[in-house]
């Protein structure tokens, strides 16, 4: 990866909508393919990279989840020269309007979501935003020809183009989660130039906006001794409280809350302590709503860690990131992988015992 | 067919309680399948054929349980204060009748019953078995019902109160009676406990292990008086599952559903569900992951005691499904 914002630049262009990532797949793929020893895909399509340790076998294995599902759009209806539209998990309609879209029919069609004009809708008094099922695609296309090329089921992808903020900073779609990937990306980079004993399993999963579906299926397959999941937070921005959110720009958040394991995440913050790391607390007190919580329960359950990057306005069509936090996550992801030893795992367990 | 579907719909098995239901099916699949047994949450597995070259070990999965209510309190006149099985809404509830797993028959009654405006909670409605009070009362704390209604054939159009998801069993037991080979593995599973959280589905793929999952249930319409925008119908064919709350369904899988609709001239529509899953949600997540998906069939009205299905879905269904799982599954 020659840099961390062009690596994210071409990621966050290639559509992967839930259940539809093999494009994004193939980019990651052939970027992780000289870091790695191994690379397969699982059956529900999860990209599954092995990096053999040195350690005696049978050697233990950490796993590392960045989900590459991207959050979009879904066509329910043709409807004459428009298209109707709903959500793919979980996107706010309010900033939909006005943004481009690319349909993924018969072939990929250019569109823009458009809403009603206010004053030709009767009864749409106080200028409320309207919801998602007000709202259309135009590709600007015929309708006997849009029949054709689109049926309801169709997906629909962001299209926005990544805006660069100055140095560090990069808004654009899709950055939840494939931050995550470039942070694994990253620490692959770092660990080709280190000796780990440990196995690391390096997995871009699927479907974690539908049902943590990669985390709960290579979960159970790689059998992994420790996994951690590497996901966006909601930055501090208009709105979020002033207490407890974490800071975008400001570092590594570390995940706090019952799907991390207590043990580890004193490890992590005594790491990130030791080595200057900039880091902030991100509390998660129930559900983690991240590949955590199903890697934590899956096949009998291990200890897990959430390494969260800060993102100010999730889900839209524009997340901001910082570069540095996600370097600083993947810098703290490889100190740790190179740090396993034989005992971690024997001390985690008498930490939960004691 | 529709008398199978009369047996079914007709039988009470609130989820939790398909001892009935379960016995029902049995008897009619046993004589049909290689191998039969039940798990320990009450499924029904059944197994047709072994896999043979270019055959797939493939899950069928329709759910045997209703929704229905369960007695959480007597007071001492014998009125009965319910929880609600699954999905109730308290909307269809007043009038009502239901139906305990012990035979019991129950009107469904409601405090205050002349007041106008919004539908109350479920707090408000109580259980009213004809009892003089809590000593000559024949349920107790715990006892489960569903709701009663008999089965109606309108022609084209049938109703009943549990269409979901007896109709995916009539489906399945006609497919296994009409299924005449396969190169595939097929576990026929009618399964227990989908409305409280997909939990048969959930052991019984794990117990097969299949490399395909295929659930058998209904959908909602948009094709009623002011419904929501949905655009699927009776009588349109098939409904093909896009997505649903539960899983985003392999577009591959997406691709050999559509093959298999067209190249056995059945007509079918896609399905996009804003709410709700299916055990197909379930079988995704098995162990390794199963690519899964639902042949759905439209429903008007689904949770009340009148869900309305098209006979002719039905029929296409039982084809769509035949045609599935008796030929080599090509995904790519």
Redesign the interface.
């Known amino acids: 990866m020659a840099e961390v914002k062009n690596f994210l630049k071409e990621i966050i262009s290639l559509p992967g ?4 990532e093999a494009p994004v797949r193939e980019a990651i793929a052939r970027h992780w393919e000289p870091l790695v020893d191994e690379l397969q895909v ?5 990209l599954e990279a092995l990096k053999r340790g040195r350690g005696t076998e049978p050697r233990h294995s950490i796993l590392l989840a960045g989900h590459m599902d991207a959050v979009g759009l ?1 066509v ?2 043709v409807k004459g020269r428009f298209l ?1 539209i ?1 959500d ?1 998990n979980g996107v706010d309609p309010r900033v939909l309007p006005g943004q481009p879209v690319v349909v993924h029919g018969r072939k990929e069609l250019h569109g823009v979501v458009i809403q009603p004009p206010d004053n030709l809708v009767e009864d749409h008094k106080n200028r409320a935003p309207f919801g998602i ?1 007000e709202l259309y695609v135009d590709v600007g296309m015929e309708a006997e020809e849009l029949e054709e090329l689109v ?3 169709s997906m629909v992808s962001f299209a926005t183009t990544p805006i660069e903020m100055g140095e560090d900073i990069l808004a654009g779609h899709t950055m939840d989660d494939r931050t995550a990937v470039a942070a694994i990306t990253y620490c692959l980079e770092i660990l080709r130039k280190r000796i780990h004993s440990w196995d690391v399993w390096a997995v871009a999963t699927v ?1 974690e906006e ?2 943590y ?1 990669g985390a ?3 979960g ?2 790689l059998k992994p001794d420790l996994a951690i999941a590497i996901d966006v937070t909601h930055a501090k921005g208009p709105g979020t409280s002033e207490k407890s959110i974490p800071d975008l720009g400001k570092g590594v958040a570390l995940g706090q809350g019952p799907n991390v394991n207590r043990g580890l995440y004193d490890r992590f913050k005594k790491l990130v302590e030791e080595l200057e790391i900039p880091h902030q607390v991100d509390v998660m007190a129930s559900h983690s709503g991240t590949d955590a919580f199903a890697l934590q329960v899956i096949r009998g359950g291990r200890a897990s860690m959430v390494l969260s990057i800060p993102l100010r306005y999730m889900h839209t069509p524009v997340e901001v990131v910082s570069m540095k936090d996600i370097r600083r996550v993947g810098r703290l992801l490889a100190e740790f992988i190179t740090d396993l030893d034989d005992t971690i795992l024997e001390e985690l367990q008498k930490e939960v015992e004691a | 067919m529709k008398q199978l579907i009369k047996n079914l719909v007709e039988t009470t098995g609130p989820s939790g309680f398909e001892s009935e239901i379960r016995a029902l099916v049995r008897a009619e699949v046993e004589s049909y399948v290689d191998e039969i047994r039940v798990d320990a949450l009450g499924n029904l597995i059944t197994r047709k054929g072994k896999k043979s070259e270019g055959g797939k070990r493939i899950m069928v999965a329709a759910h045997i349980d209703e929704i229905g209510v369960m007695v959480t309190h007597i007071d001492e006149n014998g009125f009965m204060r319910f929880t609600n099985i699954g999905g109730v809404n308290p909307f269809n509830l007043s009038g009502g009748r239901v139906r305990f797993v012990n035979g019991t028959a129950g009107v469904i009654g409601v405090e205050s019953p002349r007041e106008r405006g919004s539908v109350p909670g479920m707090e408000k409605f109580y259980i009213d078995v004809g009892a003089r009070g809590k000593a000559d009362c024949p349920v107790k704390v715990g006892d489960a019902a569903a709701f009663d209604r008999p089965f109606e054939d309108l022609g084209e159009r049938l109703v009943s109160k549990a269409m979901d998801d007896r109709i995916g069993a009539a489906i399945m037991i006609q497919a296994l009676k009409e299924l005449k080979s396969s190169p595939n593995e097929l576990y026929f599973v009618f399964t227990t406990q989908e409305e409280v959280g997909l939990r048969g589905a959930t052991t019984s793929a794990y117990g097969i292990d299949p490399e395909i999952g295929i659930a058998v249930d209904i959908t909602g319409v948009g094709d009623t008086p002011n419904s929501e925008k949905m655009d699927v119908g009776l009588g349109k064919g098939p409904a093909l599952k896009v997505k649903d709350r539960s899983l985003v369904v392999d577009p591959r899988i997406v691709d050999w559903m559509v093959r298999t609709a067209e190249r056995e001239n059945l007509p079918y529509q896609y399905e996009i569900l804003t709410y709700g899953g299916t055990d197909a949600g379930a079988m995704n997540l098995t162990r390794a992951g199963v690519p899964s998906t639902c042949i759905s069939i439209p429903t008007r009205y689904a949770h009340s005691p009148s869900e309305m299905v098209d006979y002719q879905d039905v029929l296409n269904c039982v084809k769509l499904l035949l045609g599935a799982v008796s030929h080599p599954v090509t995904l790519d």
């Open positions: 909508l839930s259940g539809y699982s059956r529900l399509g999860s879904i329910t209806q109707r709903t793919l099922e049926h309801s089921g479907q539908t049902a579906a709960y299926t290579s159970f397959s």
